[in-house]
């Protein structure tokens, strides 16, 4: 372990790992155009190659967490970095549709991991006043990546060259791998692993020795009520953590989020675009999507979590159902053209804004620690699992049901999540992850003894 690292430096490489996640996920919607041509993909081919990614991903995150909770979230991270390498390398160099889709399986596997465990590492080594701010940094990344995808595809398809649109993946990669190693391991890790020396050390260096016996105290404290494990899982007090995760994670994909993130050329041109203007459209978007992350970053320590989910459902819900109304009532005009680009810009500032940064954050926040990585892993699984089913559906459906119906039905969806939040998720801010878990005891115990008296 190097503790000469300074703390931003641990905070930006502890982050990178989002970068890869957005690069990745984001540059097939370009590539695919000229990947389509030059290795004669047939329509469910081009499906595999664009979906094999979130396959990968869900078996990913379904490994990485347990794997961390026994190996360190540092090591997990690292390999992750190891096989973005190899998928980047594998899939840029692809001589036939097969072995690019099995190397898209495999980047899948390094999104997975790193999805899960990116905030996961960020939120345990934050203080509690700054941990929104501090693990919103993996969804900066995300969206960095997402835009410079977007960058790197506009500036190779004057020549088609697809394999370096895929291949640039690696020097973030590499990057990753060699900052990782430098890196300290979770302290809350380590103590749950017994090591406290080293969990005083890194806590030491990270608060500059300011609060650090109370932390390592606390943290004690919750480590040791716990069996952690797999049986913790099944274990009542746990279960409304478990609910919340899995819902922010499901809902999060059917508000729509990735239908205008991958799909952003394709409903532009559907409402009447053309390709140039569709292209740019796409840059816009992802501009937006970075610019209103920061934003995000300023007020999520003090705004609180919930009050800016539900702002967001709100503003996302009411895009998209003007989207949809416009659509149906005034399709195939200008003005109808222009409420669709406006009102998926208002969009995606306002899910930058929520439930980009915010779920990923509360995911790595609500879960104890005996269970972090599990609870973390199977609520990733969900996202990936859920996003791949958007991911499918949409283009069919788009065709089937049309843009006005379609984009309803997810507005609706924006809908029920704001009864979801305000019943099963509660508020994490300024707290710390011991406190949190502390309260999902209380409120167990508080429920049993209702039972009891009742
Ligand atoms: C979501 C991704 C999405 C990205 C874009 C993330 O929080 O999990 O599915 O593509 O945000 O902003």
Known sequence: MNLRINNPMIYFFGALGGLLFGYDTGVVSGAILFIKKDLHLTYMTQGLVVSAILVGAMIG????????????????????????????????????????IFFRLILGLAVGGA??????????MAPASTRGALSSLNQLMIVIGILLAYIINYVFSPTGDWRSMLGLAFIPGIVLLIGMTVLPESPRWLLKKGMENEARAVLDHMRKGIGVEDEIREIKRANAAEN???RQVSERWVRPALWAGIGLAVFQQVIGCNTIIYYAPTTFTNVGLGNSAAILGTVGIGVVNVVITVVAIFLIDKVGRKPLLLIGNVGMAASLLLLGFVNGFYGSTHGA??????????????????????????????FPLGIRGIGMGISSVANWFANFVVSLTFPILLHQIGISTLFIIYGAMGILAIFFVRKFVSETKGRSLEEIEFDLRDKEEKRQHASVTA
């Open 61 to 100: 995150a379904a490994i990485s967490g347990p794997l961390s909770d026994k190996l360190g979230r540092k090591k997990v991270v690292i390999f992750s970095a190891a096989v973005f390498c190899i998928g980047a390398l594998g899939s840029a160099f692809s001589v036939s549709t097969n072995m690019l």
């Open 115 to 124: 999805s899960a465990m990116v905030p996961t590492y960020l939120s345990e």
């Open 228 to 230: 952690g494990g797999f």
């Open 337 to 366: 053209a222009l409420t669709t680009v406006v009102c998926m810009a208002a969009y995606i500032a306002f899910f930058s804004l929520s439930w980009g940064p915010v779920v990923w954050v509360m995911l790595s926040e609500i």
